[in-house]
T-cell receptor
Framework: GENVEQHPSTLSVQEGDSAVIKCTYSDSASNYFPWYKQELGKRPQLIID?????GEKKDQRIAVTLNKTAKHFSLHITETQPEDSAVYFC??????????FGQGTRLTINP | DVKVTQSSRYLVKRTGEKVFLECVQDMDHENMFWYRQDPGLGLRLIYF???????EKGDIPEGYSVSREKKERFSLILESASTNQTSMYLC????????????FGSGTRLTVV
């Protein structure tokens, strides 16, 4: 089945700097890759997603890149702010309905 | 806004008890999912359902069962709760067509003592 590896498990950056979280997946048939943000005590929320027919997608300070050949995708957050502090999960679609999630990255933005 | 509601935010149960976790969504979604969330392990799929009375095992179904008698409700059942089932349980739903992102419930933190 699909396996998704996410790195790093924790990441600490200075406010205003960029943060990058990386994921690799095993099933070359996966064609949909969402990212979720989970603030402390809250539900995971979809923040951006990308399909396999594009290599990059951007939404304001957040961007996701996909390398299908290498089977990895990354989340990039620029000009980080304190409210970006959260746990971030990557995921890959497996089969018709299921998402397989990475282990999560706890991002801390230091003022 | 899609709402996915989990009936309990916190639950404490004794070892051996039968436990029911309820999830209700209000947007007529076909697909519903149960995940458990543990530190360092991410979200792991327990069971999912793509239609009423239909269910499929996820990656970690052992010790769990599910019920989907109505489209809007998906129940997770711990037949005989054990301490290793202490975890955060997240329900999610999505439509069968169109957007593929999940909408999650707020989670149920279950402690088995």
């Amino acid at each position: 089945g699909e396996n998704v590896e996410q790195h790093p498990s924790t990441l600490s950056v200075q406010e205003g700097d960029s943060a990058v979280i990386k994921c690799t997946y095993s099933d070359s048939a996966s064609n949909y890759f969402p990212w979720y943000k989970q603030e402390l005590g809250k539900r995971p929320q979809l923040i951006i997603d990308i399909r396999s027919n594009v290599g990059e997608k951007k939404d304001q300070r957040i961007a996701v890149t996909l390398n299908k050949t290498a089977k990895h995708f990354s989340l990039h957050i620029t000009e980080t702010q304190p409210e970006d502090s959260a746990v971030y999960f990557c995921a890959a679609k497996w089969g018709a309905q299921k998402l397989v999630f990475g282990q999560g990255t706890r991002l801390t933005i230091n003022p | 806004d899609v709402k996915v509601t989990q009936s309990s935010r916190y639950l404490v149960k004794r070892t051996g008890e039968k436990v029911f976790l309820e999830c209700v969504q209000d947007m007529d979604h076909e697909n519903m999912f149960w995940y458990r969330q543990d530190p360092g392990l991410g979200l792991r799929l327990i069971y999912f359902s793509y239609d009423v009375k239909m269910k499929e095992k996820g990656d970690i179904p052992e010790g769990y069962s599910v019920s989907r008698e109505k489209k809007e409700r998906f129940s997770l059942i711990l037949e005989s709760a054990s301490t290793n089932q202490t975890s955060m349980y997240l329900c999610a739903s999505r439509t069968g067509t169109g957007t593929e992102g999940y909408t999650f419930g707020s989670g149920t933190r279950l402690t088995v003592v």
